[in-house]
């Protein structure tokens, strides 16, 4: 049994009808980053950066998981396996994965506006302006916005660093600190990268590129895991 760690990002969720995080034309949706993700936009317009993310939640409840998402969780049938994701969906959840680390946070959970470490289930697509938290403050979407830390970055760094394989899929490693966590790992590790465009990687050791989409490429892989 190995321990298996996937870093997945926006690539695996784009093939269940997702937009991709970025763009090529550098929007979100049709929206500036800056103006739906960040701090300040929160503080200049929450009606509308609450009326963004409730779009967005919508849009993940509607999605279903795909190829790709099933094959990581099958895959936990003989190894031990942590998923750790930079997307905001929980995809991999209903697809049936266990461990799944949420970078950047996720969107079906709301958060205190001044405490991030008090979250809570959202029923249905909704968060509305009036509905706080329990010390009185708003709720907003429970996601990592620019200029905000990422509390989770230390124990994806700690996972990392303890992995026999090592998986890459649907990541352009544009996005920090996420795309330093490849760092973390132990030289010797195979580490597989699974995208139609491979991003470049400055790391030591055995790098196996499969250029495929997700649902491909890891259904492939992981069918050979399985059977050896």
Known sequence: MKNIVVLTGAGISAESGLKTFRDSDGLWEGYNIEDVATPQAWEWNPVMVQQFYNERRKNVLDAKPNAAHFALAALEEKHRVTIITQNIDDLHERAGSTNVVHLHGIITRSQS????????????????????????????????????????????????????LFILV???????????????????????????????????????????KASVGLTELVSKLLNE
């Open 170 to 212: 649907g990541s352009s490693l544009a996005v920090y600190p996420a795309a330093g966590l490849i760092g973390y790992l132990d030289p010797e590790v195979p580490k597989y990268i699974i995208d139609p465009k491979i991003p470049e990687v400055n790391v030591r050791g055995p790098v196996i590129k499969i250029e495929e």
């Open 113 to 164: 506006s001044v405490n991030p470490e008090l979250t809570y289930p959202i029923d249905g697509w909704e968060l509305k302006m009036g509905d706080k938290c329990e010390l009185g403050s708003q709720l907003r979407a429970h996601v990592v916005w620019f200029g905000e830390p990422v509390p989770m970055i230390e124990r994806a760094a700690m996972i990392c660093a303890g992995a026999d």
